[in-house]
């Protein structure tokens, strides 16, 4: 890693340390831990089960939540400060900018996912809670990663933040509409349903099935095969590339 | 602002990005499709973690709980019968959403209509089991879910007792259902012969001044001489 790219990712993660993200991300988890705990105390029958569902399930949307949204309002910001027009004035190369926020964000990513996966390992088996956090950890570098692209490509806050919630809830969808698009109840030969059919698949290949990752039931029933999760980290791996490779690709094109 | 001309993106730049989506093009399309697996319905979440997710909107969670479960046959991909479900959980399921929605009479509906029409007499009288519970906590409101379920009883189960005992608790407890209802009783008491208790049941009705519609009043004084007449000489010929 390049002396540039390795100081802006060090200023990306002060950053966060600096605008109170460690104290919301403790939040939240105490919030959800102690939401979990009612939860626990209510239920008639599998009480321990019901906490860890709801907690690993609550705590995966506010991660992704947080990290999406930390990520767009941070760049936003360096939009309106012209905090990175004074960047692109040095002699810095516009990859560099991407790939040094990018780590930092990953980073903050990562220790976003750990910090969630801490009650897990109370909650549920070491080896499970470690898997969970894995697979958090790279899925929050997709939303990282897409996060980044979307910012920079529309500028503006509403349009970015709309097209992230979109891509992630298709995403964790798409398995289930494929399914049905598959077998469906009826009018499988109007032209309708094909091309919608056609569609889905189109947007099969191009996102990542989010569905599959960071799984509650690794946690209640038994935990993922690691070779799986290796599976998943390559897949994450290389979704970020892509992401990544799209937002370099506009940010050269972008007039400043 | 007009964006840069295209050629300003490096070209390490370029081959990456092509080399990105081709990968995971060709890593997609290589993985198998997607094999729907039927998925056992889990038991629903306490009423009052649902309350408290409903954000105080209890009636439209009920209701979108109530189309949930009824979709759960149709999981995607796959069509369950519903025979195959796990009907104690079924049960439990139209019981949750009955309690975040009291008035509503679409839980009670699936359980007569829809759960309780599988071919398994084991799971029709549980979900008659728990329509009559549910009618016992607001007669006026469920008369006509427990009257279907007497129905059901007398004519597909063959358990007449049970279908009296469904069609007496409409007349003892309903006092404001439909007066069909309230006199099923009547002439489930004739099927099993008991045709002093009808005659006695029915005469008390017409005394009573319950019954307003002068068709009906005749229908039921000539089903009443007939009963009597069939009480005095042989046996009356079932309708």
């Known amino acids: 890693m390049s002396p540039q790219i390795a100081t802006i990712a060090r200023y990306t993660l002060l950053e966060a340390l600096r605008t109170r993200l460690p104290g919301l991300v403790a939040a939240t988890v105490v919030l959800l831990v102690a939401a979990s705990l009612f939860v626990h105390e209510i239920a008639l029958t599998e009480g321990a089960r019901l906490q860890t569902g709801f907690y690993a399930a609550t705590i995966r949307l506010a991660a992704v939540f947080i990290t999406g949204l930390y990520v767009l309002a941070s760049i936003t910001r360096e939009f309106n400060d012209k905090g990175l027009e004074v960047l692109l004035a040095l002699d810095l190369p516009r990859s560099h900018y991407i790939l040094g926020k990018l780590a930092g964000f990953i980073a903050i990513g990562a220790i976003i996912a ?26 929050l570098g997709i939303v990282v990663a897409l996060a980044l692209f979307c910012v920079l490509t529309f500028s503006q806050l509403m349009p970015a933040a709309s097209f992230v919630l979109a891509f992630y809830l298709l995403a964790r969808a798409l398995t289930a509409i494929r399914l049905m698009g598959a077998a469906p109840v009826s009018g499988a030969d109007e032209l309708s349903h094909q091309v919608i059919g056609f569609v889905v698949e189109g947007l099969a290949l191009i996102l990542p099935s989010l569905d599959a990752w960071t799984q509650t039931a690794w946690l209640l029933d038994r935990g993922a095969d690691w070779r799986d999760l290796g599976f998943l980290a390559g897949q994450g791996v290389l979704y970020v590339v892509l992401l990544t490779a799209a937002a370099v690709f506009d940010f050269y094109r972008k007039n400043f | 602002m007009a964006e840069r001309r295209i050629s300003t993106v490096p070209g390490p730049v370029w081959v990456t990005l092509a080399a990105a989506l081709a990968l995971q093009v060709a890593w997609q399309a290589t993985r198998p499709a997607p094999i729907a697996h039927a998925e056992a319905l889990d038991a629903p979440p306490p009423e009052q973690v649902l309350r408290v997710a409903s954000l105080g909107e209890p009636i439209a969670l009920a209701q979108w709980l109530a189309l949930y479960l ?28 009955l309690g975040l929605d009291p008035i509503g009479q679409y839980p009670l509906m699936m359980a007569s209509q829809l759960y309780g029409q599988v071919p398994d007499e084991q799971k029709q009288r549980l979900m008659m089991s728990f329509v009559h519970r549910e009618f016992l906590r607001d007669p006026d409101r469920r008369w006509r879910w427990l009257a279907h379920c007497a129905i059901m009883a007398k004519h597909r189960l063959k358990d007449v007792p049970l279908a009296l005992r469904y069609a007496e608790d409409i007349a003892r407890y309903a006092r ?29 009705l017409l005394a009573s001044g319950e019954v307003t519609d002068e068709k009906e009043i005749r229908f039921l004084t000539r089903r009443l001489e007939q009963l009597k007449n069939a009480g005095k000489s042989s046996p009356l010929p079932k309708n």
Not at chain 2, 74 to 95: A, M, T
Request: negative net charge; charged residues 15%.
């Open chain 2, 176 to 204: 404001g259902a439909s007066n069909w209802a309230r006199q099923m009783r009547i002439f489930i008491l004739e099927d099993l012969g008991e045709r002093e208790s009808a005659t006695i049941l029915l005469g008390g």
């Open chain 1, 114 to 139: 750990a910090a969630a996966a801490v009650p897990l390992a109370f909650l549920a088996p070491t080896s499970a809670a470690l898997q969970w956090a894995v697979s958090l950890a790279v899925e």
């Open chain 2, 70 to 97: 009824q979709a759960f046959d149709n999981q995607p991909g796959i069509s369950i019968p519903f025979l195959e479900l796990d009907y104690p959980r079924v049960v439990r399921w139209l019981e949750t959403i």
